[in-house]
């Protein structure tokens, strides 16, 4: 996962589940179309794109947990592989783009949550805290959901951060990518350049 990074020192990242469209946004942040698969799991590799100019660039990578027909050890191992790149580039990422399917999500951690159990995105939203990469929730597909208010209100619940989620602007950003409404994602994203001192990078978001 590693031999193919580009040379940049400055990086945003999109990390979740397949299927919850990080490949559409990511198309939708670069403005450049990159392989967006009909079945889960078709991206095992980051897709990184950089500009020629800044030294800067956005990543999408893998997607992790259930895919059709991918066995688990090969699922566990592409976890394991994004897990590793976010760690070894944490000093370069300005921010982790954490996208979750506005409609599925609590469904899912709520499937996933037991004594024995934590879900993929609870843990992926925490691990990017702890080694002090700011999480930037992506809520997409918000244009299939109804009581948006009430859904990210569980979201914010299940990550541990205290309801309402007006108050979290800067973390959960309910958008939909297919659509091409990124607006709250973009200020997002942009709120963290700035603490970062890099409001050159405005121009990409």
């Not at 580009?6 to 403005?31: A, C, H």
């Not at 990159?34 to 990184?48: A, C, E, I, L, S």
């Not at 541990?160 to 973390?171: A, I």
């Given at each position: 996962?590693?031999?193919?990074?580009?040379?940049?020192?400055s990086?945003?990242?999109?990390?979740?589940?397949?299927?919850?469209?990080?490949?559409?946004?990511?198309r939708?942040?670069?403005?450049?179309?990159?392989d967006?698969?009909?079945?889960?799991?078709?991206?095992?590799?980051?897709?990184?794109?950089?500009?020629?100019?800044?030294?800067?660039?956005?990543?999408d990578?893998?997607?992790?947990?259930?895919?059709?027909g991918?066995?688990?050890?090969?699922?566990?191992?592409?976890?394991?592989?994004?897990?590793?790149?976010?760690e070894?580039?944490?000093?370069?990422i300005?921010?982790?783009?954490?996208?979750?399917?506005?409609?599925?999500?609590?469904?899912?951690?709520?499937?996933?949550?037991?004594?024995?159990e934590?879900?993929?995105?609870?843990?992926?939203?925490?691990f990017?805290?702890?080694?002090?990469?700011?999480?930037?929730?992506?809520?997409?597909?918000?244009?299939?959901v109804?009581?948006?208010?009430?859904?990210?209100?569980?979201?914010?619940?299940?990550?541990?951060?205290?309801?309402?989620w007006?108050?979290?602007?800067?973390?959960?950003?309910?958008?939909?990518?297919?659509?091409?409404?990124?607006?709250?994602?973009?200020?997002?994203?942009?709120?963290?350049?700035?603490?970062?001192?890099r409001?050159?990078?405005?121009?990409?978001?």
């Amino acid at each position: 996962m590693f031999e193919q990074r580009p040379n940049r020192d400055s990086e945003i990242v999109l990390v979740g589940r397949s299927n919850v469209g990080k490949s559409t946004l990511m198309r939708e942040i670069t403005g450049h179309s990159v392989d967006t698969g009909q079945k889960p799991g078709v991206t095992r590799k980051p897709n990184h794109f950089d500009w020629a100019g800044p030294d800067f660039m956005v990543t999408d990578l893998p997607g992790f947990g259930f895919m059709n027909g991918v066995p688990e050890d090969v699922r566990e191992q592409i976890k394991t592989d994004v897990v590793r790149y976010v760690e070894a580039n944490a000093d370069k990422i300005l921010a982790g783009i954490l996208v979750l399917d506005g409609k599925a999500a609590v469904d899912i951690i709520d499937r996933h949550s037991g004594p024995d159990e934590i879900p993929h995105d609870v843990e992926l939203f925490h691990f990017l805290r702890d080694i002090d990469v700011e999480p930037v929730v992506a809520v997409n597909k918000m244009d299939k959901v109804d009581d948006e208010d009430e859904r990210l209100n569980d979201i914010c619940d299940r990550l541990g951060l205290y309801p309402p989620w007006q108050q979290w602007q800067e973390t959960i950003a309910p958008i939909s990518a297919k659509r091409g409404s990124v607006d709250a994602l973009d200020e997002a994203v942009r709120h963290h350049l700035h603490e970062a001192g890099r409001d050159d990078l405005f121009q990409f978001f």
